[in-house]
T-cell receptor, first 114, second 117 residues
Framework: NAGVTQTPKFRVLKTGQSMTLLCAQDMNHEYMYWYRQDPGMGLRLIHY???????AKGEVPDGYNVSRLKKQNFLLGLESAAPSQTSVYFC?????????????FGPGTRLTVL | AQKITQTQPGMFVQEKEAVTLDCTYD???????LFWYKQPSSGEMIFLIYQGSYDQQNATEGRYSLNFQKARKSANLVISASQLGDSAMYFCAMREYGGGSNYKLTFGKGTLLTVNP
């Protein structure tokens, strides 16, 4: 049981390049999320999904796209990277059962855009 | 207005002592959940504890307890018998379950806890 995994762990891009971050969870959770974490800003929600085939915008969706073709995977895409997208990206999945609500995070991807 | 306020940017505690990290929240939704996460210097976000707004008792998980004062809209984290490994950033977060926004977990800006030997 690996929990939530993210690929890659680190990446450096040049402005204008594209890339996809992969998130995978093996807990059969319906909800999945992408956040970015910047110094002094806390975590901010980029996009989320409430189930396979569904996606929706969060607080800061501009410049990102997502897909949830399979329940266990949630992909975050940057079509044309900008220096403002330099950040640490966290994926999370959510378990809602038995009167409790838990959101598990992946280890994070540190992205630098030059 | 901020939904989650953590007023202590940094806290220091001696090893083996207890420490309280403050968190206040703002919501008009009667149904909500409160969370605490730990982020060590390695960067991962570790779930610590959850409290539902209708829970009658304060949540506890090992050395962690959540001091939930609903009328004051306060959800402080208490760590008993601090250990060196508790040194980390701690985030308070809230999810509102009504009004169609139950997807969103709103985070505070965090408190950096340092445990001294």
């Amino acid at each position: 049981n690996a929990g939530v995994t993210q690929t890659p762990k680190f990446r450096v891009l040049k402005t204008g390049q594209s890339m996809t971050l992969l998130c995978a969870q093996d807990m059969n959770h319906e909800y999945m999320y992408w956040y970015r974490q910047d110094p002094g800003m806390g975590l901010r929600l980029i996009h989320y999904s409430v189930g396979e085939g569904t996606t929706a915008k969060g607080e800061v969706p501009d410049g990102y796209n997502v897909s949830r073709l399979k329940k266990q995977n949630f992909l975050l895409g940057l079509e044309s990277a900008a220096p403002s997208q330099t950040s640490v990206y966290f994926c999370a999945s959510r378990r809602l059962a038995g009167g409790t609500d838990t959101q598990y995070f992946g280890p994070g991807t540190r992205l630098t855009v030059l | 207005a901020q939904k989650i306020t953590q007023t202590q940017p940094g806290m220091f505690v001696q090893e083996k002592e207890a420490v309280t990290l403050d968190c206040t929240y703002d919501t008009s939704d009667p149904s909500y959940g409160l969370f605490w996460y730990k982020q060590p210097s390695s960067g991962e976000m570790i779930f610590l504890i959850y409290q539902g707004s209708y829970d009658q008792q304060n949540a506890t998980e090992g050395r962690y307890s959540l001091n939930f004062q609903k009328a004051r809209k306060s959800a402080n984290l208490v760590i008993s018998a601090s250990q060196l490994g508790d040194s980390a950033m701690y985030f308070c977060a809230m999810r509102e379950y009504g009004g169609g926004s139950n997807y969103k977990l709103t985070f505070g800006k965090g408190t950096l806890l340092t445990v001294n030997p």
